[in-house]
């Protein structure tokens, strides 16, 4: 008995640098091996597209500029809201179009600032969602990849936070989100901070936070 293959859309591009096709190509495989056919596009027009869309199970977008229109933007929410299912990582979702406000709505959460701490931290999930499909069965681990530090939606489901020392600016060290998911209409999203260079996914567990994201992300 054969079973219908999914659709996933990937959307990457401009930006400096190879990091949007690099990143994305690493889950290529994955997603094929898990039933989805992939079409890859490197233009923010195919968010116009609405017969393409509503077909769409997932986006999983790494775009790194400042370029969409209000209609592709529009295209985009209307059909998460209808159920397609939109994932990504650090500034290819959190940083993309920083004045589309209803954007940053839909994700969730935007990259405020880069405190550009580097060296080695803990990602702590969320044991208030310890069962979420996302974490359920992971732990706490240990990471080299730089913090950020977003501002968010309160009505995320945060899975999982990173923490800030306190120093001149900030009196007290501080927790921020890392991971989270959202519902938006009948749509979900995923959205990762971690994920700012290819070799970051080299850590299994981020690699599988990832993984996990796109699937639950997806219609």
């Given at each position: 008995m054969s079973h219908a293959r999914r659709q996933a859309l990937i959307v990457r591009g401009s930006g400096k640098g190879d990091g949007p096709v690099q990143t994305t190509d690493l889950f290529l495989p994955f997603l094929t091996q898990h039933?989805?056919?992939?079409?890859?596009?490197?233009?923010?027009?195919?968010?116009?597209?609405?017969?393409?869309?509503?077909?769409t199970d997932l986006v999983v977008q790494c775009w790194q500029g400042e370029d969409i229109t209000p209609k592709e933007s529009a295209g985009l929410r209307a059909a998460v809201q209808g159920g397609m299912g939109l994932a990504g990582w650090h500034a290819g979702l959190m940083n993309a179009f920083p004045e589309d406000l209803d954007y940053q709505l839909l994700v969730g959460g935007r990259f405020q600032l880069d405190p550009s701490e580097t060296g080695r931290h803990r990602v702590r999930l969320?044991?208030?969602?310890?069962?979420?499909?996302?974490?359920?069965?992971?732990?706490?681990?240990?990471?080299?990849?730089?913090?950020y530090w977003p501002l968010n939606d309160p009505l995320i489901d945060v899975l999982a936070h990173i923490a800030f020392d306190?120093?001149?600016?900030?009196?007290?060290?501080?927790?921020?989100?890392?991971v989270w998911t959202r519902t938006w209409g009948r749509g979900r999203v995923f959205a990762s901070t971690?994920?700012?260079?290819?070799?970051?996914?080299?850590?299994?567990?981020?690699?599988?936070?990832?993984?996990?994201?796109?699937?639950?992300a997806s219609r």
């Open positions: 039933g989805f056919d992939v079409l890859v596009e490197d233009c923010l027009e195919v968010y116009e597209d609405c017969k393409l869309l509503a077909e969320a044991a208030e969602h310890a069962d979420h499909p996302v974490i359920a069965g992971l732990h706490d681990f240990e990471t080299d990849a730089v913090r306190g120093d001149e600016n900030r009196r007290g060290a501080s927790t921020v989100p890392a971690l994920g700012c260079r290819p070799d970051h996914f080299g850590a299994s567990e981020v690699r599988a936070l990832i993984e996990r994201g796109l699937l639950w």
